[in-house]
């Protein structure tokens, strides 16, 4: 932590003083906030529903005229780009801050926008569809990562899940392609079976049965046949098979269309929400701990040490940033609106320099540049000594 105080010495009751005040300073969540994740919402949809017209389109002029490969290409470009920001924007700009509880206590606000009712049973299909299920993925980063960033228990800590690439003898070029390919597949893959196993453990736990060490893909067993009957098929099922079923009165033509599309859609849906979501807690700069936080200034202190934010300040910028991009505020006070972070930020910013703190915000792309070099071996997180 050089030129910054170190964390020994961080007076942690005055930060978590100081980081307390911030919540009295904005007052309680109120309806302007719960009127901006609904603006949030339809931005996202607007994307999502304008992929869908797009291939509607391509497949009308394919009926109707010769469709040049460039004319073609560059409507279903288009289209898959538009649905991969509607379903990360569905993901982090939503399903997101609701989890966390972020609009739970704003009055006469309907149950679906609460932590308690948002994509439960079947609202799953309507509010939610993805490769995780909700009491997975929130416990797994609501609890899990929230409360044990940085550790060995952090699910998401991306140094202690690569030990097997960066240990290995595979070469670095190798290193590199493996995770450039996994950054397009990465929900499927990783995502949703390891939170599925972090959430199957927690029950194991409660009845003393060994907890399960990797995630399972076998359908024979009872894990990875849930795995596949709760969160792969669905999915695959409604998305890759319903929807693109819908555009047959077009021809199969445009159903074969609307299959490639979505198959796009999703690839950049994986890479786009890699590179917001996992650079946050992930580079050479940042710490890693190897105790439990004793204290809530500790904890605050751990937060703004163990995060990074991207550029901020604008409702466009941050929208397409999934508002992962005020990561630091985010850990500090993880069940507040989105739009508490644009006014917070600042102040944060001023509790870190009150204190000496070193507050990292910088470009997305540099930030994956980062987070590769640490996924290849070639960085490593910061210790703490003693922590």
Same mark, same amino acid.
């Given at each position: 932590?050089?030129?910054?105080?170190?964390?020994?010495?961080?007076?942690?009751?005055?930060?978590?003083?100081?980081?307390?005040?911030?919540k009295?300073?904005?007052?309680?969540?109120?309806?302007?906030?719960?009127?901006?994740?609904?603006? /949030?919402?339809r931005?996202? =949809?607007?994307?999502?529903?304008t992929?869908?017209?797009?291939?509607?389109?391509?497949?009308?002029?394919?009926?109707?005229?010769?469709?040049?490969?460039?004319i073609? #290409?560059?409507?279903?470009?288009?289209?898959?780009?538009?649905?991969?920001?509607?379903n990360?924007?569905?993901?982090?700009?939503?399903? !997101?801050?609701?989890? !966390?509880?972020?609009?739970d206590?704003?009055?006469?606000i309907? *149950?679906r926008?609460?932590?308690?009712y948002?994509?439960? &049973?079947?609202? =799953?299909?309507?509010?939610?569809?993805?490769?995780?299920?909700? +009491?997975?993925?929130?416990?797994?980063?609501?609890?899990?990562h929230h409360?044990?960033?940085?550790? +060995?228990?952090?699910?998401?800590?991306?140094e202690?899940? @690569?030990?097997?690439?960066?240990?290995?003898?595979?070469? /670095?070029?190798?290193?590199?392609?493996? %995770?450039?390919?996994?950054?397009?597949?990465?929900?499927?893959?990783?995502?949703?079976?390891?939170?599925?196993?972090?959430?199957?453990?927690?029950? =194991?736990?409660r009845?003393?049965?060994?907890?399960?060490?990797? !995630?399972?893909w076998?359908?024979?067993?009872?894990?990875?046949?849930?795995?596949w009957?709760?969160?792969?098929l669905p999915y %695959?099922?409604?998305?890759?098979?319903?929807i693109?079923l819908?555009?047959?009165?077009?021809?199969? &033509?445009?159903?074969l269309?609307?299959?490639?599309?979505?198959?796009?859609?999703?690839?950049?849906?994986?890479s $786009?929400?890699?590179?917001?979501?996992?650079?946050? $807690?992930?580079?050479?700069? %940042?710490?890693?701990?190897?105790?439990?936080?004793?204290?809530?200034?500790e904890?605050?202190?751990?937060?703004?040490?163990?995060?990074?934010?991207?550029?901020? &300040?604008?409702?466009?910028?941050?929208?397409?940033?999934? #508002?992962?991009?005020?990561?630091i505020e $985010? $850990?500090?006070?993880?069940?507040?609106? @989105?739009?508490?972070?644009?006014?917070?930020?600042?102040?944060?910013?001023? %509790?870190? *320099?009150? !204190?000496?703190?070193?507050?990292?915000?910088?470009?997305?792309?540099?930030?994956?540049?980062?987070?590769?070099?640490? /996924?290849?071996?070639?960085?490593?997180? @910061?210790k703490?000594?003693?922590?």
């Open positions: 932590m050089t030129g910054y105080t170190p964390y020994n010495k961080v007076n942690k009751e005055q930060l978590q003083r100081d980081i307390d005040n911030i009295i300073t904005l007052g309680a969540p109120s309806q302007e906030d719960f009127k901006h994740l609904l603006k /949030m919402e931005w996202g =949809r607007i994307f999502t529903f992929g869908y017209f797009l291939i509607l389109l391509l497949s009308y002029l394919e009926l109707h005229y010769t469709v040049g490969t460039f073609f #290409w560059t409507i279903a470009l288009s289209a898959a780009s538009c649905m991969g920001i509607g990360v924007s569905r993901w982090a700009n939503i399903t !997101h801050p609701i989890l !966390h509880g972020a609009y206590k704003i009055p006469n309907p *149950a926008y609460t932590s308690k948002y994509a439960t &049973g079947k609202r =799953r299909y309507i509010d939610w569809l993805d490769w995780l299920k909700v +009491d997975a993925w929130s416990f797994e980063h609501n609890i899990m409360y044990h960033l940085g550790e +060995d228990d952090d699910p998401d800590n991306v202690y899940n @690569l030990k097997w690439l960066t240990t290995s003898k595979i070469p /670095m070029w190798l290193r590199y392609v493996i %995770i450039y390919g996994f950054t397009m597949v990465w929900k499927p893959v990783y995502y949703a079976p390891n939170t599925l196993r972090i959430l199957d453990n927690k029950t =194991r736990k009845s003393k049965l060994p907890e399960i060490k990797k !995630h399972v076998s359908p024979f067993s009872v894990n990875g046949l849930r795995l009957k709760e969160y792969l %695959i099922g409604i998305k890759f098979i319903l693109p819908l555009f047959l009165p077009l021809g199969w &033509g445009a159903v269309n609307a299959l490639l599309i979505t198959f796009m859609a999703e690839l950049m849906a994986n $786009h929400s890699f590179t917001v979501i996992v650079p946050n $807690h992930s580079a050479g700069d %940042i710490y890693r701990f190897d105790t439990p936080h004793k204290t809530q200034g904890f605050y202190l751990r937060q703004i040490m163990g995060s990074v934010n991207y550029r901020t &300040g604008t409702n466009p910028l941050d929208f397409v940033h999934g #508002w992962l991009n005020y990561q $985010h $850990h500090l006070f993880p069940t507040l609106p @989105l739009s508490q972070y644009q006014k917070m930020q600042p102040i944060v910013k001023e %509790i870190c *320099a009150k !204190h000496n703190l070193e507050y990292r915000q910088e470009s997305v792309f540099k930030r994956v540049r980062m987070t590769v070099e640490l /996924m290849v071996g070639k960085t490593k997180l @910061l703490v000594e003693g922590v």
